[in-house]
């Protein structure tokens, strides 16, 4: 199946940075989508990508899908304490009721 | 906004029983999928659901596994004979054609 290498594992970074992280995958995807999890709770959809080379942003958060269609970046800017958490990126293969394939996530965390 | 509500939150079985996980997907959602994330671990899909048949499965899905859409609201995930590997968070997702899918926060499945 399709394997997705998410990058860093884990940052440590002081409150007000900005973060970058991101996905590559040997494998083309359709869609790339970015999600949030919190402890204890399910992943929350931060940014949908639906074509190559679109960028796509959400408050202080900005997503791009690759050219290539194998890999996604996130940048977050001027990190906030609630920014901690784990991100996913997921992708998609083209089609209906299509299985999301998640990347190992990087754990952020925020210092004051 | 609409949710993806998963009950029981946390579910506790003796192994080799048989446990029934429940979720209501979004309302006018078409697509359900289930995932299991098994601790510190990234997000692993089992299986994906629409027209009331199986669209795809994932290894994980063998034959101990099922799914069901009781009525127009429920979508069940059953384990026949619980194996202590199946301890792991159980997630829940709905989308309608072309749209990301939406998690519920999950059932933490604990098998003694």
């Known amino acids: 199946g399709q394997q997705l290498n998410q990058s860093p594992q884990s940052m440590f970074i002081q409150e007000g940075e900005d973060v970058s992280m991101n996905c590559t995958s040997s494998s083309i995807f359709n869609t790339w989508l970015w999600y949030k999890q919190d402890p204890g709770e399910g992943p929350v959809l931060l940014i949908a990508?639906?074509?190559?080379?679109e960028l796509t942003s959400n408050g202080r958060l900005t997503a791009q899908f690759g050219i290539t269609r194998k890999d996604s970046f996130l940048n977050i800017s001027a990190s906030i304490p609630s920014d901690v958490g784990i991100y996913f990126c997921a992708g998609q293969l083209e089609g209906s009721a299509r299985q999301l394939t998640f990347g190992s996530g990087t754990q952020l965390t925020v210092l004051p | 906004e609409p949710e993806v509500t998963q009950t029981p939150s946390h579910q506790v079985t003796q192994m080799g029983q048989e446990v029934i996980l429940r979720c209501v997907p979004i309302?006018?959602?078409?697509?359900f999928y289930w995932y299991r994330q098994i601790l510190g671990q990234k997000v692993e899909f089992l299986v994906s659901?629409?027209?009331?048949?199986?669209?795809?499965k994932s290894e994980i899905f063998d034959d101990q596994f099922s799914v069901e859409r009781p009525d127009g609201s429920n979508f069940t995930l059953k384990i026949r004979s619980t194996k202590l590997e199946d301890s792991a968070m159980y997630f829940c997702?709905?989308?309608?054609?072309?749209?990301?899918?939406?998690f519920g926060d999950g059932t933490r499945l604990s098998i003694l």
């Open positions: 659901f629409y027209n009331n048949e199986i669209s795809e």
């Open positions: 309302s006018n959602h078409l697509y």
């Open positions: 997702a709905s989308n309608r054609l072309g749209q990301p899918q939406h």
């Open positions: 990508l639906y074509k190559a080379g």
